[in-house]
C-alpha cells in the first residue's frame, strides 16, 4: 500500500487586541524585531445556557517592515487581525533553565482601529484600515468605503 502523505500546512488567522505596547528592538545586524501579544476572545454557551467568554491568548512576532509598522501604529488595547504562521522556539532563561513558546510569525497584519490624522485647515479625517504584509513595502487598500456612494458615506457616518 502507498504511504500516506500529509498535506504541510501551516497557517493561522486571528483577531484580538494587544494585551500592553509591543517591545521594539534591533537584532545584531540592524533587523528590526517586534513582539507582541493578543487576546481573543471566544463566546459560547455553557451546560446551563447561559453565555459565557474563554480568552486565549497568543505571542505574536513581526520583522522587518512589518515590525516598524506595528511599532509605529499599535499600542496595549488596539484591535489587529494577524495573519501567519506558528513556530517554536527554545531558549535558556537566566536560571539556566530551557524554555520554549509557540507564536504566530506574522505575514500581515491589519490594523483595525481608525486612527484620525489631520487634513486640509486642520480638519480631523478618517484614516483608513490597511493591510500590511511581510513581503511588501506597500500598504494595502483593505477598507470597503471606496466602493460607495458619497450618498452611502454619509448614511454609515450618520449611524
Known sequence: MAELKMPEINYVIIAGNLTK???????????????FSIASNRKYKDSNNQWQ????????VAWNKLAESCR?????????????????????????NNRSIVEIKARRIQFLNKRLRNGENGSEIDEIDVFVDEDSNDFSDDAFDKFLSNEESDLIKNK
Request: proline residues 4%; contains cysteine.
Open 72 to 96: 509605529d501604529r499599535l499600542r496595549k488595547g488596539s484591535a489587529v487581525l494577524v495573519d501567519g504562521e506558528l513556530q517554536s522556539r527554545t531558549w535558556k532563561n537566566d536560571d539556566g
Open 53 to 60: 467568554e474563554d480568552v486565549c491568548y497568543i505571542g505574536v
Open 21 to 35: 505596547d509591543p517591545v521594539c528592538r534591533m537584532t545584531t545586524n540592524n533587523t528590526p524585531v517586534v513582539n
